[in-house]
């Protein structure tokens, strides 16, 4: 089942591990040792977030040997970017124009 990106992965991002694994995804695949060498978290809470991050469609599988390595997919994280835009874009019209709801 994957989430719908615009709610939920800014959820998902608010866990600092999980921010933590998708920054260290964004430089190159890797595998679980890797994540639990750069965190310092325990394997099964590093595969616990993966777990989500896959099922949210965050992260890709990619076997190799009798290791995973895990991938971060980038258009889920462009959607949240152009959503971000919208909504700063937004915020800028609403303050430039100083439009409020009267009480």
Known sequence: MVMSVENDVWRLLA???RARIVELLSREALC????VAETG????NISNHLRVLREAGLVE?????RFTYYR???EPL???ADRCAALAEAARAAYDDDIRRPC
């Open 15 to 17: 866990d600092p591990l």
């Open 32 to 35: 679980t040792c890797h994540l």
């Open 41 to 44: 978290a325990r394997q099964t």
């Open 61 to 65: 599988t990619e076997p190799c040997g």
């Open 72 to 74: 971060l997919r980038p």
């Open 78 to 80: 462009r959607e949240l």
